[in-house]
């Protein structure tokens, strides 16, 4: 199976790339850094590392990378610091999960091809009803207003429920929301649910990160566990803190 993986440099995406390849699959890595890739991915047979980002490359050189995968998962995220909270570029998952789409369908697969977006609980599912409190609504719209990045996510995910929706003749895609990331060095039990069953404010559980990868890993592969979530934006939490 060939995947493709942007944003692997970070910690959940390098988890995610390893995990891939563990289970012995081809992975494509497009990083703007390769150096801070692990030897264990730089130096695999499996894995193809490709220097540059998806909205430096062009056209062509995108389409190249995109054709013949089978999945593709993003987990970009903006830098934790002043320049990359609200320096450019703002719309840098939202932007790149465009020209990837587009990539993918000028490419014409056979099969739709499962796109994977790593995104936040904090982020609503507007295809169902999610309760959420006054107070934690108005955390959420000052975050909106204030924080780039969290609104890039709402854009992003919007722009795969809307724009892509259902149905799709080249793109699939699951919405993986985690809750409070954290570290942890192996994958524990983990649940998926539909929605928050926490506030993602004022009481939010734990995910850690290589357990968030495991989730997109097996998306990506399984067909049975695509088949469930294929459409929707599940909630991660690990099992001790559902």
């Known amino acids: 199976m060939k995947t493709l993986v942007v944003g692997g440099t970070g910690t959940t995406g390098q988890h995610l790339v390893l995990q891939l390849l563990e289970r012995g699959h081809h992975?494509?890595?497009?990083?703007?850094?390769?150096?801070?890739?692990?030897?264990?991915?730089?130096?695999?047979?499996n894995a193809h590392v490709v220097k540059g980002t998806v909205l430096d490359l062009s056209e062509p050189e995108l389409a190249m990378h995109v054709r013949g995968c089978d999945a593709i998962a993003s987990c970009l995220g903006h830098t934790l610091n002043f320049h990359g909270m609200f320096g450019s570029p703002?719309?840098?998952?939202?932007?790149?999960?465009?020209?990837?789409?587009?990539?993918?369908?000028?490419?014409?697969?056979?099969?739709?091809?499962r796109f994977v977006l790593m995104n936040s609980s904090g982020c609503r599912d507007t295809d169902i009803p999610e309760s959420v409190s006054l107070p934690e609504r108005a955390v959420l719209l000052l975050?909106?207003?204030?924080?780039?990045?969290?609104?890039?996510?709402?854009?992003?995910?919007?722009?795969l429920r809307g724009e892509i929706g259902q149905g799709h003749r080249a793109v699939e895609w699951v919405i993986v929301r985690p809750d409070a990331l954290v570290n942890e060095e192996a994958v524990t039990p983990y649940e998926l649910h539909p929605s928050p069953i926490r506030s993602a404010i004022f009481d939010s559980g734990k995910t850690s990160r290589i357990n968030t990868a495991d989730c997109m890993a097996e998306l990506m592969v399984t067909p049975a566990y695509w088949s469930r979530w294929a459409g929707r934006s599940p909630v991660v939490y690990n099992a001790s803190h559902a």
Request: overall charge positive; aromatic content about 2%.
């Open 90 to 113: 703002r719309r840098l998952v939202t932007d790149s999960l465009r020209r990837l789409c587009r990539a993918a369908e000028q490419c014409a697969p056979a099969q739709p091809v």
């Open 27 to 45: 992975v494509t890595v497009i990083v703007r850094s390769p150096e801070k890739l692990p030897p264990s991915v730089r130096d695999h047979d």
């Open 143 to 159: 975050l909106h207003t204030l924080l780039p990045p969290h609104a890039d996510n709402e854009q992003a995910a919007a722009y």
